[in-house]
T-cell receptor, first 111, second 113 residues
Framework: DAKTTQPTSMDCAEGRAANLPCNHS???????VYWYRQIHSQGPQYIIH???NNETNEMASLIITEDRKSSTLILPHATLRDTAVYYC????????????FGAGTRLFVKA | IAGITQAPTSQILAAGRRMTLRCTQD?????MYWYRQDLGLGLRLIHY???????GKGEVPDGYSVSRANTDDFPLTLASAVPSQTSVYFC????????????FGEGSRLTVL
């Protein structure tokens, strides 16, 4: 079973921030939170990851709660091209071989 | 930069036939994975390998086998295909000694009739 739970779908207006939540209440101390997205039927694409500190890169920001039981991926200015399925997973980078994905959140960005 | 290369891109196969999906990576990553994705569903792990010479079972391993003879190649074999194995198959690799992110191929669409 996936170790994360995400809403099935979300809508966002173009130009607004998209905030995608993820629950990972059973996360272990050495597990990182990773986010990926899949556009149409392409292979999933890495977005960002973090352990306990908030992270930001050119694509998104990742906010992890202090207890690490949940996180939020933020797309600051969503565009139509951000319409995709977003996956949140937890894994140990150096040994997380049985990497399990859930069903993800389908984000619809609307004009 | 090639990354992960999967072949074939798509294939139609008669039930009962044997099929091997090929996956090659040029990033010298230790770990490799095979996932299947069915319409409207997320990714389900079939098999994985954390280094050449070792493999492990994922969530849905039945009906599939893998081998990891070297670092670069991780073929997935369906010994006797069944219609329920109709799916899109994704291969991935990860650098266990760096960020641990997974790099995915573009998928192989398999239809078993």
């Amino acid at each position: 079973d996936a170790k994360t739970t995400q809403p099935t779908s979300m809508d966002c207006a173009e130009g607004r921030a998209a905030n995608l939540p993820c629950n990972h209440s059973t996360i272990s101390g050495n597990e990182y939170v990773y986010w990926y997205r899949q556009i149409h039927s392409q292979g999933p694409q890495y977005i960002i990851h973090g352990l306990k500190n908030n992270e930001t890169n050119e694509m998104a920001s990742l906010i992890i709660t202090e207890d690490r039981k949940s996180s939020t991926l933020i797309l600051p200015h969503a565009t139509l091209r951000d319409t995709a399925v977003y996956y949140c997973i937890v894994r140990v980078p150096w040994g997380g071989f049985k990497t399990i994905f859930g069903a993800g959140t389908r984000l619809f960005v609307k004009a | 930069i090639a990354g992960i290369t999967q072949a074939p891109t798509s294939q139609i196969l008669a039930a009962g036939r044997r099929m091997t999906l090929r996956c090659t990576q040029d990033m010298r990553h230790n770990a490799m994975y095979w996932y299947r994705q069915d319409l409207g569903l997320g990714l389900r792990l079939i098999h994985y390998s954390n280094t050449a010479g070792t493999t492990g079972k994922g969530e849905v391993p039945d009906g599939y086998s893998v081998s990891r003879a070297n670092t670069d190649d991780f073929p997935l074999t369906l010994a006797s295909a069944v219609p329920s194995q109709t799916s899109v198959y994704f291969c991935a690799s990860s650098d266990q000694y760096n960020t641990g992110e997974l790099f995915f191929g573009e998928g192989s669409r398999l239809t078993v009739l």
